[in-house]
């Protein structure tokens, strides 16, 4: 029988175990969703095979003045691997011909390789540099990369009403401490499971940059592209604008077309 001083030494003892039993088994259900919903995201877009566009980049500073860069982006999707993309710079002059090649891992750190038409010679991006600017823009080299699931852990944060959509708001934190960024906030949509929004928190946890998308198409009955990203540094005032036109998909592409050499020769 359990007698007056039982209860007593018991109720203490539960009063401890109990808020932290609830606390790890929350914890483990808004992990468990928050990998879910990244996890739907990604099949969404899965068997594209490969992809190509064009773009303009949009650079502005702080005081509102701006500068256009005219790209072309090929991407290659892996097996059981991150993705293969090729950047090439059409213009202005003076980055004309210049070419980026990254390939994204899963678990290992990404191969980044930067081709510089007036050294003529292509130059390793080191994984301690992958928060750096790529090619003065407010997107960082890891920004590049495609966002494979094993990069990160996820949590579930909550439901919210986003210009008219449901969304599911999951934080993700990166696997790798090289990265520039502490954790991610990412707004996804319930309807077709498309990124809307992301802010980026950087290591002292202060809200660095947001990323926007806009304008949605849908190719080959599946697949959906954002024609607009925005890219918005909190910190600096300045930002940079992609916008996108001439998706194709399914063109064929191999893999000698994603090589350091075919970087050179890339026109």
């Known amino acids: 029988m359990i007698n007056n001083r039982s209860y007593a030494l018991i109720l203490p003892l539960l009063a401890i175990l109990l808020p932290a039993t609830a606390f790890s088994i929350d914890d483990a259900a808004v992990e468990k969703k928050g990998l879910a919903i990244a996890t739907e995201t990604d099949l969404r877009d899965a068997d594209f095979g490969d992809s190509s566009a064009s773009l303009k980049m949009v650079l502005r500073n702080r005081h509102g003045e701006t500068s256009e860069r005219l790209l072309r982006n090929k991407t290659l999707e892996v097996t059981n691997d991150g993705d293969k993309v090729i950047i090439i710079f059409d213009t202005p002059r003076d980055v004309k011909g210049t070419a980026f090649l990254s390939f994204t891992h899963k678990l290992e750190p990404d191969d980044q390789w930067l081709y ?152």
């Open 116 to 267: 510089l038409p007036a050294l003529k010679r292509v130059k390793r991006i080191a994984s301690r540099n992958k928060a750096g600017p790529f090619m003065g823009s407010e997107f960082a080299y890891e920004d590049i990369s495609s966002q494979e699931i094993e990069k990160y852990s996820y949590r579930y944060i909550k439901d919210e009403t986003f210009d008219g959509r449901d969304h599911f708001i999951i934080e993700r934190d990166p696997v790798d401490p090289r990265s520039g960024y502490k954790r991610q906030r990412v707004w996804i949509d319930k309807a077709e499971y498309r990124i809307w929004k992301i802010d980026f928190y950087d290591r002292k946890d202060s809200l660095l940059k947001t990323l926007s998308y806009d304008d949605y198409n849908q190719y080959l009955k599946k697949f959906w592209r954002a024609n607009i990203m925005e890219m918005t540094n909190h910190q600096t005032g300045k930002s940079t604008r992609l916008s996108w036109t001439e998706f194709s998909f399914k063109n064929g592409f191999s893999e000698k077309e994603f090589t350091k050499n075919a970087l050179k020769k890339s026109r």
